[in-house]
């Protein structure tokens, strides 16, 4: 009788069935341990017990043809990759990933392994940018402080005063910026292309500085790494955010001095002295008995060192704002929620309070009428046609902006009376104080 094939392929006597002895299964002929065979010896597939099926195929064997000769030749002769050894690794890669996974270390990393920077890969470059973030990474992990606004007497007389440096910024943020800055446009001059994403995390360094100049600075060298017409709605709102310090941390949580005061709303820049008979000089005598005897420079332009500017003065115009507003727009640019609430808390630190009233009117249709002097006002409409996912749907972030638009100019009646309206217009629940 003949034998039978198992489904591995190994022949088995009708004999064995039948007694209990266990007979080791011979080598398969495609053993490892054999001696290899030439091309022209290899089977055709055809031969399914050669792969363990169990059964043959009635069709013939078929001779293998030229070009798979060839074919076959050509893979076998193909070098097999063999993974690097740990001795010829780059340099840098050890501190890098060393530095990800422990990020409290990352400024010595910066530090110590300036060169090693110089040669990520763009890429990597980019992820190591991101891992310091401001505001995704440093504010999250790293800021003991948190929202906390550290006033004068705050940094005086306790322990918070040892995280911030005399015009009340973050040191953390300070400390760290010079290395980034230094280590992205080093590695621009060396020929490295700066991505986009690079860009966006050096706009919120400057903003997390309180230095409008430099977010400028930076958002004009854009056109000397020609990534300028890369630029979309998210970019644009991030120069927003950081040229006009909108955001919360942008401003050091400090809601004290980024109220409009009368003196932010006089137009004339240059100083008068003390004695001369006109508004400006009385509001800054003013200002100044009230400010003589402090020795730290809170709510001052950090980038001038060696004269007083305050942060409030240099945002008091509308023009800027209207250049980066009208730019979007011309471009053809999406706009968001993002860039809108930012272009309205820009505006509202002018003190024109109709610029607001047209944004909000432009956008979201929301109409107000009446005098704001009688307190005889009434809000209406709200618009409703946003596609599902559009970035214009309105979100706790359009309340945040309205609270911190009317607040920020002692308008707390008009700003009780937007939410009220605004939250049940798109059914929004209102927010707990400094949560967007």
């Known amino acids: 009788m003949a034998p039978l094939v198992s489904c591995r392929g190994i022949r088995v006597p009708l004999k064995s069935r039948q007694t209990t002895a266990v007979k080791l299964p011979r080598k398969l002929s495609h053993s490892t341990t054999q001696q290899a065979k030439p091309i ?157 994403s690079d860009y966006k995390v050096l706009l919120r360094y400057a903003g997390s500085i309180s230095d409008p100049i430099l977010a400028r600075k930076i958002w004009f060298h854009m056109n000397v790494s020609e990534k300028m017409w890369e630029r979309h709605t998210g970019m644009y709102a991030e120069f927003l955010k950081a040229r006009f310090l909108t955001e919360p941390l942008y401003t050091q949580n400090n809601r004290h001095d980024f109220r409009v005061k009368p003196v ?70 999406l706009l968001s929620e993002e860039f809108i609430c930012a272009a309205m808390i820009a505006y509202a630190r002018t003190g024109v309070m109709e610029d607001v009233q047209s944004v909000l009117w432009f956008n979201y249709k929301i109409d107000v009428t009446g005098s704001i002097e009688t307190g005889d006002l009434s809000i209406t409409g709200g618009r409703r046609d946003f596609f599902p996912g559009s970035p214009m749907a309105p979100t706790t972030r359009l309340l945040q902006a309205i609270a911190t638009c009317y607040g920020s100019n002692g308008m707390i009646a008009m700003a009780c009376k937007m939410l009220d309206h605004v939250s049940a217009a798109y059914k929004l629940p209102i927010p707990p104080i400094g949560v967007v």
Request: hydrophobic fraction near 35%; charged fraction near 25%; glycine fraction near 6%.
């Open 264 to 333: 932010n709303l006089f137009p004339e820049k240059r100083f008068l002295p003390y004695f001369t008979p006109d508004n400006l000089s009385q509001l800054r005598q003013m200002n100044f008995d009230e400010t003589n005897k402090r020795l730290d420079k809170f709510g001052q332009n950090p980038g001038a060192e060696h004269k007083v500017e305050y942060l409030m003065r240099m945002l008091r115009r509308s023009s800027p704002i209207d250049l980066v507003f009208g730019t979007a727009r011309n471009r053809v640019h």
């Open 40 to 196: 022209s010896a290899i089977p055709y597939p055809g031969d399914f017990i050669h792969h363990g099926f169990g059964h043959q195929l009635e069709e013939e064997r078929q001779p293998l043809e030229q070009d798979e000769l060839l074919l076959l030749r050509t893979l076998l002769a193909r070098p097999v990759a063999k993974k690097p050894s740990p001795a010829k690794r780059s340099p840098w890669i050890d501190g890098f990933t060393g530095a990800f996974r422990q990020p409290q270390k990352m400024l010595s990393y910066f530090k110590e392994n300036k060169l090693e920077i110089l040669q990520l890969p763009p890429t990597a470059f980019s992820e190591l940018l991101r891992s310091v973030d401001p505001i995704e990474a440093i504010r999250k992990d790293q800021d003991p402080l948190g929202d906390i606004w550290v006033d004068p007497v705050m940094a005086d007389w306790s322990p918070l005063g040892a995280l911030v440096n005399n015009y009340g910024i973050r040191k953390r943020n300070t400390a760290i910026y010079p290395l980034v800055h230094e280590a992205a446009f080093r590695r621009f001059r060396d020929g490295s292309p700066l991505l986009l």
